[in-house]
């Protein structure tokens, strides 16, 4: 009896001993994230992830680009891409100085981030590609922004964004 108690036990301490190891170690630093989604997607492709996020004690932003998800854009107002990705960039604009993010984007969201960057480097932390566009050292996003107005026709970009 008495040992089948004390097996009990050990159990229970052994099931118990990562969170009693997390706790003395203090809590682990908790970041602020941003999210940035794919072309034709909108903040809720990232639904599951930012839930797990979220529940690990993170701050997590999912952004709507232009005429995507909730943004209120309608698609033949985006007619080039500081249009699509300006969402991000006003979120970066309205972060207190001191602040830094992690910024995640997600294929055509690389671009964004890029510029995002660009803008921004102070505010950066770190950055994700996800299956991305990453811009190289010789093309920068802000240039491809300024040079290449891709969705400039709004017929074109009736085709390209619905
Ligand atoms: C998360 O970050 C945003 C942007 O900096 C801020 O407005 C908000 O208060 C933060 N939320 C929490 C719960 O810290
Ligand atoms: C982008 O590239 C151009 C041309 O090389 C350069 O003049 C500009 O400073 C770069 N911009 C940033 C923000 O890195
Ligand atoms: C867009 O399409 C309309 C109607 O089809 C046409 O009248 C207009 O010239 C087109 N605009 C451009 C910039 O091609």
Same mark, same amino acid.
């Given at each position: 009896?008495?040992?089948?108690?004390?097996?009990?036990?050990?159990?229970?301490?052994?099931?118990?001993?990562?969170?009693?190891?997390?706790?003395?170690?203090?809590?682990? %630093?908790? *970041?602020?994230? !941003? $999210? @940035?989604?794919?072309?034709?997607? /909108?903040?809720?492709?990232?639904?599951? =992830?930012?839930?797990?996020?979220?529940?690990?004690?993170?701050?997590?932003?999912?952004?709507?680009?232009?005429?995507?998800?909730?943004?209120?854009?309608?698609?033949?107002?985006?007619?080039?891409?500081?249009?699509?990705f300006s969402p991000l960039m006003k979120?970066?604009?309205?972060?207190? %100085?001191? *602040?830094?993010? !992690? $910024? @995640?984007?997600?294929?055509?969201? /690389?671009?964004?981030?890029?510029?995002? =960057?660009?803008?921004?480097?102070?505010?950066?932390?770190?950055?994700?590609?996800?299956?991305?566009?990453?811009?190289?050292?010789?093309?920068?996003?802000?240039t491809v922004y300024t040079k290449v107005?891709?969705?400039?026709?709004p017929n074109f970009s009736k085709e390209?964004?619905?």
């Amino acid at each position: 009896m008495e040992k089948s108690k004390l097996l009990t036990s050990l159990v229970v301490l052994i099931l118990l001993l990562p969170y009693v190891n997390a706790t003395l170690s203090g809590p682990k %630093a908790k *970041e602020q994230f !941003v $999210l @940035v989604h794919r072309a034709c997607h /909108g903040a809720w492709s990232w639904y599951k =992830i930012v839930a797990l996020m979220q529940s690990s004690g993170h701050n997590v932003t999912a952004i709507d680009l232009g005429a995507s998800g909730n943004n209120p854009k309608q698609v033949l107002e985006v007619r080039h891409l500081s249009d699509y990705f300006s969402p991000l960039m006003k979120f970066m604009a309205s972060l207190p %100085a001191h *602040e830094k993010v !992690v $910024l @995640v984007g997600h294929e055509i969201g /690389g671009f964004g981030i890029s510029k995002a =960057i660009e803008t921004f480097p102070e505010k950066i932390l770190v950055a994700v590609f996800v299956t991305a566009l990453m811009p190289g050292p010789t093309l920068n996003a802000s240039t491809v922004y300024t040079k290449v107005p891709i969705f400039h026709n709004p017929n074109f970009s009736k085709e390209v964004i619905i």
